[in-house]
């Protein structure tokens, strides 16, 4: 079992930035590939960006390429979110989840572990 917890959400005005964090805990970090996703109120829960299990590789969406960064470090079992630029339609419950694999995944019904989300809301 892993057990993840996000944190960093908050009421951000358009243009501003957020780092959302995700604390892992239960078995070796390393061995999962890390994603993040969000559903906003009404809608499916949809990709934003994933990381290889070393950090080598990243994928976005393309709604958030060039805004948003994910990173991890894997000595503090931690996924990071660097969003910046934030837009009204960013607003949204954000989750992080991990993937018992080496390869990266768009679609979360792959993902084997989540948390429980953190909410991001951006004003205009």
């Known amino acids: 079992q892993v057990q993840l917890v996000e944190s960093g959400g908050e009421l951000v005005q358009a243009g501003g930035s957020l780092r959302l964090s995700c604390a892992a805990s239960g078995r070796t970090f390393s061995n999962y590939v890390m994603g993040w996703f969000r559903q906003a109120p009404g809608k499916e829960r949809e990709f934003v960006a994933a990381?290889?299990?070393?950090?080598?590789?990243?994928y976005y969406a393309d709604s958030v390429k060039g805004r948003i960064t994910i990173s991890r470090q894997n000595a503090k079992n931690t996924v990071y979110l660097q969003m910046n630029s934030l837009k009204p339609e960013d607003t949204a419950r954000y989750y992080c989840?991990?993937?018992?694999?080496?390869?990266?995944?768009?679609?979360?019904?792959?993902?084997?572990?989540w948390g429980q989300g953190t909410q991001v809301t951006v004003s205009s």
């Open positions: 989840a991990a993937r018992y694999t080496s390869s990266i995944s768009y679609s979360s019904a792959e993902y084997d572990y």
């Open positions: 990381i290889s299990k070393f950090g080598a590789a990243t």
